[in-house]
């Protein structure tokens, strides 16, 4: 069977990049084209979001095709809040078929902050069983009704963290037991708080599962003062210092000063034992992908035969 690029990379022993794209509200393939074109050689693999913020969007796995035709290596997003056990395993084949390699399983983010508030949240499965549901499908070949599978699956399967929701411990348990279900690489929320990363590293490497799975630290570009405020009182799971958000009110040019901190970060956790890559989050920003990675030192990217 063959590896997807993300998965060479991370066995390579290389620092891997991974970048975001927001699926649009319409059909429009080409604008998924020409996001991940402009982002192609600076990132390793493609998150492509499954109704982001419940937002009606794109089908990620419709975006995964697009990408996969154009040489690049996807990484689709499943939340649990839409699709029952059934749906979501019938996509899971579908996306296989397609020759789609790298799932991300979430819960995803309550259908009542979205376009379709009045819609049902599914949930049949939370983010750990769906894990597990999924690594049953590939390893032991079994639905997770017990059937056996008519032919044998390949994907590599990964799992978000947040190292900045309450409370603090559970976190890290939280993780360990996603590891235990089947995850096999790690995406974590966008890090500000270097201080409380750097401390919930510590735990990791406590318990050894920076050896049992790759970790790759979120970051987000800050694109103004306002962004970073916004995050800072709207976006549960996200810490924001206050000292981040005087050095953006002190600067003249905020803008670059947000990517200074973009890239300072990453070089940051570049430093923290355990981290095995990035997660470059810049939805609605997408252009200035190539520049943080150029200015962060992680250009040219590994490539393979």
């Known amino acids: 069977m063959t590896v997807g690029n993300l998965k060479?990379?991370?066995?390579?022993?290389?620092?891997?990049?991974?970048?975001?794209?927001?699926?649009p509200k319409s059909a429009e393939g080409d604008f998924i084209r020409h996001h991940a074109e402009h982002l192609r050689g600076s990132v390793d693999a493609y998150n492509l979001t499954d109704n982001q913020t419940a937002i009606v969007r794109t089908s990620s796995i419709a975006c995964g095709k697009i990408l996969v035709d154009m040489g690049l290596d996807p990484i689709i997003q499943i939340t649990c809040r839409d699709r029952n056990r059934i749906a979501i395993q019938s996509d899971v084949l579908g996306a296989v078929a397609l020759g789609i390699k790298n799932i991300l399983c979430l819960q995803g983010d309550h259908q009542s902050f979205g376009n379709e508030p009045g819609s049902k949240g599914v949930y049949d499965l939370d983010s750990t069983q769906l894990l597990k549901v999924l690594k049953d499908m590939r390893d032991e070949g079994i639905f997770a009704g017990g059937e056996k599978l008519e032919a044998p699956i390949d994907i590599f399967i990964g799992a978000v963290a947040n190292p900045f929701a309450d409370p603090f411990e559970y976190r890290i348990a939280r993780l360990a037991k996603k590891i235990e279900a089947g995850a096999q690489f790690i995406q974590t929320q966008a890090i500000f708080d270097m201080e409380r990363f750097e401390r919930w590293m510590e735990g990791i490497r406590k318990l050894g599962l920076h050896k049992k799975v790759p970790i790759l630290a979120g970051v987000i570009p800050i694109k103004s003062l306002g962004a970073a405020r916004y995050m800072k009182n709207n976006v549960s799971g996200i810490i924001v210092p206050d000292e981040l958000i005087d050095r953006l009110k002190g600067a003249k040019d905020k803008k670059e000063e947000g990517l200074k901190i973009c890239v300072e970060t990453i070089q940051q956790v570049q430093k923290i034992e355990g981290v095995a890559g990035v997660h470059i989050m810049a939805i609605a920003w997408e252009e200035i992908v190539p520049e943080i990675v150029e200015r962060a030192g992680l250009l040219p990217r590994p490539t393979f035969s």
Do not use: N
């Open 8 to 23: 060479k990379v991370l066995d390579s022993g290389a620092f891997a990049v991974t970048g975001e794209l927001g699926p």
